[in-house]
Every structure is written in structure tokens, then in C-alpha cells.
């Protein structure tokens, strides 16, 4: 199976003394779901914001479909179409990705700036509109959408565009229980019918719904390892680590008691996912 990214010792910092990404060696095969790991600043939206063409490596390379690619590679037209028709970016924060008068307007967006005849981008916005349950909301500005609304209507202007890959950066970020079952679902259904799918978070209990190839970043900025979902979650050690559980303490009958933060284990059943 062809990789999608190929990255090699890549390395990024925003300062002389801020470091952000150091020596990223990574494959990502099609049709995968790959779920990227790590605290706050170990550098996952800036993994995913290399990955995306947003930013550009400073050490090392990345590869899309066998293409190394930098800044001046986007100057080329027919790699810039390519490219940005088949990658897919979901931010976590939803206002930085919303911006058009309505919710429609949103879902047309993209289409039309890839030069597709407005009739074609609304039958395109009509079918994601009836995908994500939108249909109540299409008239609204995006400022008058809840949290949950708003991550909708960013993931149906991505898909809009009916891109290869999804990238989700912290889709979790913010959403109550209802949303959040919906996002799991939908990104299962986007699996099935072959989309790659490489998502951020820190929330582990989403790790553990997907069962997908997980790779955990460091407070080091680098690979720590990388394991199956199962692998990972079952390295107490390495989560410790790499600062995604903690203990805590907890008082039962006046004596106090510390216990690791391992929510992600209700989802399983027996001891077994």
C-alpha cells in the first residue's frame, strides 16, 4: 500500500530556543487511521500543520504520494490543485475556520475556489447538509451556531471538497457527549469508504474508540513510539511519561489513596477493548 506522507528526520521551531518538532520519521499509508498523541506543546498541530502545507520543515523532508514538497512546490499549479483538493484540515478551534455570511456559504466555499460550477458545489453542500444534519442551520451565520454546530459545519466545508485525507486537530476540543459520539462515528464511516484519516488529540478514551495506529509525541517534541492502540494504552509507564495520565489522590474512609487517571478504560470491557 502506497504511503499518503513520508516524513524524514523532520524537524520545526518557532524560535532560536522554541523547539517544536525534532527528528519525525513517519509513514502514513492510505486508507489508514492514524491517531497522533501527546500533551499540550509536544507539538501535534504543528506536526499536522507541516503535514498540511501550512508550514514547512526546517530540517528533514515530507513526501506526498512519493512528491517531496515545500513552499516554492505550491507556486507549481497543478501540485497545488492536487494537493489541496485531497487534504482535508479540521481545526480545533472552529471560529478560525469559519468566516463566510452563512452556513451554506461555508459548504460552497471550497468547492468553488477549486473552480467547480456553483450548481455542482451546492449539490455537493446538499449531500454533506443531510450527512451531518444541518439542514436546520444552512441560512445561519456561524456565529449564532453552538460549539457542537460549528465543528459540524467546519468538517462539512472540508468535506464538501471530497478530499482523500482527513486531518482533525483536537476534534474532541470542547464538545459535549452527544457531539462527540458523532464525531467518533462519522470518522468510522469516513474509514469505511477509504478516506485517510490522521487525527490529534490528547483525549485517549478517543484513541481507544478508533483502535487505530497511534504514535505518541514526547515533551521532548519527538517520536516516542508508535503501537497499536491497544500497545500504547497498555504502557502505563509510557503514558506516565510522556504526560497523558497522572495520578491523583483520592480519600476513602479518612485514608488517602493515589490513582492513575485511566478514564479511557470504561470503554472496555472485561479488561479487554
Request: negative net charge.
Amino acid at each position: 500500500m502506497r504511503a499518503i506522507f513520508e516524513l524524514k528526520n523532520v524537524g520545526y521551531q518557532y524560535t532560536d530556543t522554541r523547539k517544536a518538532l525534532s527528528n519525525i520519521n513517519l509513514s502514513v499509508p492510505e486508507g489508514e487511521i492514524l491517531s497522533i498523541v501527546g500533551s499540550n506543546g509536544s507539538g501535534k498541530s504543528t506536526l499536522l500543520h507541516l503535514m498540511c502545507g501550512l508550514i514547512y520543515p526546517m530540517e528533514g523532508s515530507i513526501a506526498y504520494k512519493g512528491i517531496e514538497f515545500q513552499e516554492k512546490s505550491f507556486k507549481k499549479a497543478a501540485f497545488n490543485r492536487e494537493f489541496r483538493s485531497s487534504i482535508g484540515f479540521v481545526f480545533q478551534n472552529s471560529d478560525a475556520q469559519l468566516f463566510c455570511p452563512t452556513v451554506l456559504d461555508e459548504l460552497i466555499f471550497g468547492p468553488l475556489q477549486l473552480g467547480y460550477p456553483k450548481n455542482l458545489a451546492i449539490e455537493r453542500a446538499d449531500e454533506v447538509v443531510r450527512m451531518l444534519h444541518l439542514e436546520a442551520y444552512t441560512d445561519r451565520p456561524s456565529y449564532m451556531l453552538s460549539s457542537g454546530e460549528k465543528k459540524r459545519v467546519a468538517i462539512g466545508a472540508v468535506l464538501t471538497t471530497n478530499p482523500e485525507v482527513l486531518i482533525f486537530d483536537e476534534p474532541m476540543s470542547g464538545l459535549d457527549p452527544k457531539t462527540r459520539s458523532f464525531i467518533i462515528d462519522l470518522i468510522f464511516e469516513l474509514s469505511q469508504v477509504g478516506k485517510t484519516i490522521i487525527v490529534a488529540t490528547h483525549h485517549l478514551d478517543l484513541v481507544d474508540y478508533l483502535k487505530s495506529r497511534v504514535v505518541v509525541l514526547s515533551e521532548r517534541h519527538t517520536i516516542e513510539k508508535t503501537g497499536s492502540s491497544d500497545e500504547i494504552l497498555s504502557d502505563t509507564d509510557l503514558l506516565i511519561n510522556a504526560n497523558l495520565i497522572a495520578e491523583y489522590s483520592h480519600r476513602h474512609n479518612g485514608t488517602v489513596h493515589k490513582h492513575l487517571s485511566l478514564g479511557f478504560l470504561s470503554h472496555r470491557h472485561g479488561g479487554k477493548s
